[in-house]
């Protein structure tokens, strides 16, 4: 089994700063791309920011220059550096990793979010 959860969502006024973790457990061998999603109240899950296994990463247009994302293999960590929230960055945030377990299988397991809210 493995298990993915995140941390540090709350509540920011916006302008302020956030920085989200999520850690990956279990039967690991390997961990992949890691992605952050959110999915804001009525609306579809989006992608916002991805890192792969070697660092490489992407962003939503959206977020671009506000956010990054952050790794550290050793912990099974990735992380994501909120700055300059806006209102709409409210939502919850996932967490999502690709991984190779012990046995050869590959998994995408995600967390169960974290809630950022921005007020105005």
């Known amino acids: 089994q493995v298990h993915v959860v995140e941390s540090g969502g709350g509540l920011v006024q916006a302008g302020g700063s956030l920085r989200l973790s999520c850690v990956a457990s279990g039967n690991i061998f390997s961990i992949h791309t890691m992605n952050w999603y959110r999915q804001a109240p009525g609306k579809q899950r989006e992608l916002v920011a991805a890192?792969?296994?070697?660092?490489?990463?992407n962003y939503a247009d959206s977020v671009k220059g506000r956010f990054i994302i952050s790794r550290d293999n050793a912990k099974n960590t990735v992380y994501l550096q909120m700055d300059t929230l806006k209102p709409e960055d409210t939502a919850v945030y996932y967490c999502k990793a690709g991984v190779t377990t012990l046995q050869g299988g590959y998994l995408e397991v995600w967390g169960q979010g974290t809630l950022v809210t921005v007020s105005s």
């Open positions: 890192i792969s296994g070697g660092g490489s990463t």
